[in-house]
């Protein structure tokens, strides 16, 4: 059977199964929002997953649902990331699905901003998705090396490609994980590695929560009103479906946003 039809016979059952059975996923930023529902999401299509994140009592309440691993993690420091999937490596095994979602989004005027908020978007956003991809790759390959679907998704933001004022920073960190994405892909690609953008428009979560700037959550608040967020689960289905597809086949960008965000 040629790779051509092996690959439609792939698309056929995967449309009536999209199962993943035995995979080992790894979901950094998993107490909220999109990472607490893609964790959700992939152990429900059977999945074992691991939940990175800051704040383990988060991560245990979500790791509760489904027997998941819950392991206190700060992307941004590089040695802890790289014991964390350590950790998961020998408690379930080697990783061949990873969702780099951890992030935090801070706005302000440019010329008004914090040097030490810029800090933390450069060193969660960008550092963190860096250093998340290099401690995956070992497993990754691996996987791809024995036959078998292996993704890095890389979580970024429609903010990578359009204009908002009093978030350039922020914006600027997804524009770096977007292209990040694309050269990984070409990097990793040859060797069976799918790597991965979704890029969701306005969706329900905490992120900027904890924005400091006067009248910055009220503007998200207000802007939230006008463009009604889709659901932290929305995004959750689309990495659930990108990973499911037979490891032939790469949605290698997918933008998620609510229909009247156009």
Do not use: C
Request: net charge negative; charged share 20%; proline share 5%.
């Amino acid at each position: 059977m040629t790779q051509e039809a092996q690959t439609q016979e792939a698309l056929a059952q995967n449309e009536n199964t999209a199962t993943l059975d035995g995979r080992i996923a790894v979901v950094t930023g998993a107490g909220t929002g999109i990472g607490a529902a893609t964790a959700r999401t992939l152990a429900a299509r059977g999945a074992h997953v691991a939940l990175l994140g800051r704040r383990i009592d988060k991560l245990t309440a979500v790791a509760d649902e489904f027997d998941g691993l819950a392991l206190a993690t700060d992307v941004s420091d590089a040695r802890a990331v790289a014991a964390a999937f350590e950790e998961v490596t020998r408690r379930i095994g080697a990783p061949d699905l990873v969702v780099a979602n951890a992030g935090a989004m801070l706005a302000a005027p440019f010329d008004d901003a914090e040097r030490e908020e810029w800090r933390r978007m450069l060193d969660v956003n960008v550092m963190g998705v860096l250093d998340t991809a290099r401690a995956a790759i070992p497993g990754l390959r691996a996987a791809a090396a024995d036959g078998r679907s292996a993704d890095l998704v890389l979580i970024s933001s429609i903010g990578a490609h359009i204009v908002l004022p009093t978030y350039a920073v922020y914006t600027a960190t997804k524009a770096a994980v977007s292209h990040l994405t694309r050269t990984l892909r070409a990097e990793l690609g040859p060797n069976g590695i799918r790597v991965r953008a979704i890029e969701p428009g306005m969706t329900e979560s905490d992120l900027g929560h904890d924005m400091t700037y006067p009248g910055s959550k009220e503007f998200l608040a207000g802007f939230a009103v006008q463009n009604p967020p889709i659901p932290a689960a929305a995004i959750a289905e689309a990495v659930a479906w990108s990973v499911s597809l037979p490891a032939a086949v790469n949605a290698a960008s997918i933008e998620v946003l609510p229909t009247a965000q156009g």
